[in-house]
């Protein structure tokens, strides 16, 4: 069973998602396919919803995917499935959903995804992570952000105080892992803005970079301003926020190509397809301490890196 929350619009008449915004949050339960390749699914109400992640888990973990840019629905079903497949092969017990949001599913709609980002953020926070916190179970929600789903975490958390969650205390996220995060790394700076949000509101923040990402090396020509999946955060930072360089473990990995495309692709989306890089996330998720991680080894510059 597949679970996501999703602010994509529902055409009720052919009862299938759009890429427009919906004034509503919808949970969903996918069973798997049908044989004429449809998905069969089930929309679900909230408590239910976060009932059946409990019901997934054999732990008391929940893990969020919050895709980027590019990304149809379909796309984000399958990643998710690799992140599962990818996590319990590592150990990870815990549940896995997904947060779904309009992106419009074409490299040429980067900027209309991007606006379309900045309208989501609130909505990963109020329709998928306080629900969790604020349940009977009350998990250890944990985020996985790909590439612009850095930059809607980010605007998310800074949409909420801390009179929004449960309790009297600060709502708490335990583990935020960035990849390939599409976000200014200035915003990660100690003191900046974002960065004091994400420490307020998560427990760590591990960003995973690579220097040959080409899908953020074109990011970084549009907006004129480094991005923290391909420069890595700035030197300064808090010492919850942990970077882990991965540039050689990506040329490692890195298959020949056809064309240039496909490699650009690649070089964005990879984590998905490393079992280094969801053996580290999993340790990372139960908590292992940065600097002594079995996956990782120190750069000569003395930073962290995941071994090639």
């Known amino acids: ?45 909230r408590d239910a919803f976060v009932a059946a992640a409990r019901a997934e888990a054999q732990s008391d973990d929940v893990l969020i995917y919050v895709h980027g840019f590019n990304t149809k629905q379909r796309d984000m079903l399958a990643r998710h499935k690799l992140i599962e497949d990818g996590l319990r092969g590592q150990g990870y017990s815990g549940a896995v959903i997904s947060f779904d949001w309009p992106s419009r599913g074409k490299t040429s ?23 969790m916190l604020d349940s009977g179970w009350k998990p250890r929600v944990h985020l996985m952000c790909h590439s612009m789903g850095a930059f809607i975490t980010l605007d998310g958390f800074a949409r909420f ?26 915003d ?8 004091l949000v994400l420490r307020h509101h998560a427990k760590r923040l591990t960003n995973y970079y690579s220097n040959d990402d080409e899908v953020l090396t074109l990011a970084v020509a549009y907006h004129g301003k480094p991005r923290v999946g391909l420069s890595g955060m700035p030197d300064l930072v808090f010492g919850e926020h942990i970077d882990v360089y991965a540039t050689e473990r990506y040329r490692h990995v890195k298959p020949s190509f056809p064309n240039n495309t496909a490699e650009q692709l690649y070089s964005h989306r990879w984590w998905f397809e490393d079992t280094r890089f969801f053996e580290d996330a999993s340790l990372t998720i139960a908590g292992g301490a940065a600097d002594g991680l079995p996956t990782r080894t120190r750069t000569n510059l003395g930073t962290l890196a995941l071994k090639p």
């Open 161 to 186: 105080g801390d009179t929004n969650g449960p309790g009297s205390g600060a709502w708490k996220v335990d583990q935020i892992l960035l990849a390939s995060g599409d976000a200014h790394r200035r």
């Open 1 to 45: 069973m597949t679970l996501f929350f999703s602010r994509r619009a529902l055409n009720t008449k052919t009862n299938t998602f759009t890429n427009n915004m919906s004034s509503l949050t919808r949970y969903v339960s996918v069973q798997g396919q049908r044989p004429d390749g449809k998905w069969s699914s089930h929309l679900l109400e």
């Open 109 to 131: 709609a980067y900027g209309r995804d991007l606006r379309m980002a900045g309208k989501v953020g609130k909505y990963l926070v109020e329709g998928g992570i306080l629900p």
């Open 188 to 195: 990660f700076e100690k003191g900046a803005a974002g960065a």
